[in-house]
């Protein structure tokens, strides 16, 4: 599980979201950014920041669990985003995902997403205790 902190002196992070976090031994596992598609590719949600962002979020959940990590193992996420004024509705949806200590953020608004359906992307960076690492058995090759 990642550690986090919010530094005295700086300003107090404003949501779902600490100033730093660091992360124990264990297995670093980088997370590409996923949008809101389902198994099947997809879009889930159109034009709904809360539902996309609810959908990024289990997607990541979902690769998390298959290395046999928790969402509570993330030590940072980045967050691209179509509509920055969207703020309040991706934060209150990470609500239901985070608890504290929360991740690192970063988010970023961006003037498109691939699919001009897709309202936001989240990437994450966990670290996986080692006692509990699972390499799935489907690998790229």
Known sequence: MADAYDAPGVVKPFGIFSSAAWAPEGATLFISGHVAQDAQGRTVGKGDMRAQTRQCLANIRDVLAAAGGALSDIAKVSVFVTDISKIKE????RAEFFTRPYPASTLVGVARLINPDWLIEI?????????????PATRVS
Do not use: G, K, N
Not at 90 to 93: G, S, T
Not at 123 to 135: D, H, Y
């Open 90 to 93: 991706i934060h209150e949806v």
């Open 123 to 135: 990437e994450a960076t966990a670290v996986i205790p080692l006692s509990r690492v699972q390499r």
